[in-house]
Structures are given as C-alpha cells and as structure tokens.
C-alpha cells in the first residue's frame, strides 16, 4: 500500500509586487509542517514549478530532515488566476480592498468553471482539470509528497469524492500548509484526510 501527502504552500505575498514568494509567515508555515512529518521518509517529494510551491518543499524537506531530491512537475501548479481575474470586468475603481477582491475572485471563478467561455482562457476549467489528474495518475507507490497549490488540491478531492461540482466549496477552504492524505490500495485511491491543519498554531492560520 503506497500513500499521497498532498501540502498546500505556505502563504504567499498577496498585495506584493511579486505574489509568487512565500511570505514571513508562509516560511513559518512550511517549517512547521516539516517539523510536523519529521517521522515520515517520503520515498519521492514532488513540487510544481511555482516558486511558493518550491521554496515550501525546500523549507519542509530541511524541517523533517528528509534526504530526497525535490523533483518539479508542472502538472501540480495552480492555475493561472491573474488571467482568470483578467476574463471578468472589475465592478470597482482602482485597487480592490479585501472584500472587493473576493468578490471579483468568486465572480471570476464561477465565469471559468461554467464552461461557457473556454476559449477565452489559454488554459480552461477541463484542461487545468485534466492536467492535474494526469498528474495524480502518474504518481507512483510508496509515499510521495506532493507540494501543490489549493487548486489542484480540491480538484484531486473533488474526484476521489466522485462530487466534480465539490470544486467550488472546496478550493476556499484549503488552509495553506495543510495535509490531505490519499492511500493507495487494491481499491486504487481513496482519501482518507481533508485540510489537516492542527499542527499550525492559531497565529498560522491563513487560507491565502
């Protein structure tokens, strides 16, 4: 029996110049998530090619005191928001507050997923669905840890549920750093953990 580790990265820079860095607290996060699997020998340590999911691998690997080589699989990156957000009309003037870029992200979110508009974006809802599952299928046994983003997250949970449209509620409430376990067996993969999050102190707590 072979097992999959999926982390969300740590909390990136929102608001920065450059969102793809973690932030201080996303370093803290990751730190704490490797302390947390110190008992864990992963037999492969996976990451997508997105910064925040990279440095997130390096600062959980030297955490737990794994000696694995992190290998980079671009079928684990997040979509690309920032061309989502582009595809739906901004109802406010100049920079959005929290509430406002919220409800921006949810609108922009709903437009992508309806399939209605697939030839707007270079890559839609089905493609991003499909190349992330490629990804889980190429997955080997043992135990791999997959270092990835809310996205791809919720997608793989929303198959192993057999619930697609589970998508929408899923992906707001994947706290970064968190854990979701899937096993490997004779009934092929089933997830047996969501969002596990109790290692992270309250003061760690964030979802973006």
């Not at 005191?65 to 684990?76: F, H, K, R, S």
Request: charged share 20%.
């Amino acid at each position: 029996m072979g097992q999959i580790l999926l982390v969300r990265h740590g909390q990136a820079s929102f608001g920065a110049a450059d969102y793809d860095v973690l932030s201080p607290v996303g370093e803290q996060q990751a730190r704490a998530t490797g302390a947390a699997l110190r008992t864990l020998r992963p037999d492969v340590v996976v990451h997508g090619v997105m910064q925040r999911q990279r440095r997130t691998a390096e600062l959980i690997a030297e955490a737990a005191g794994w000696d694995v080589v992190l290998t980079v699989e671009q079928a684990w990156d997040e979509f690309d928001h920032l061309a989502m957000l582009d595809a739906q009309p901004q109802d406010y003037d100049g920079q959005p507050d929290e509430r406002q870029f919220q409800a921006w992200f949810e609108k922009a979110t709903r437009r992508w997923l309806s399939g209605d508009h697939d030839a707007d974006y270079a890559e839609s809802w089905p493609d991003f669905r499909d190349r992330v599952l490629a990804g889980l299928g190429a997955l080997g046994d043992g135990t791999t840890v997959v270092v990835t983003s809310g996205g791809p997250i919720s997608i793989v949970v929303a198959h192993l549920l057999a619930s697609p449209a589970a998508y929408e509620r899923i992906a707001p409430v994947v706290v970064n750093a968190s854990l979701t376990k899937v096993v490997l067996g004779s009934r092929g993969r089933t997830l047996v953990s969501f969002n596990e999050h109790g290692h992270l102190p309250s003061e760690l707590l964030t979802y973006r």
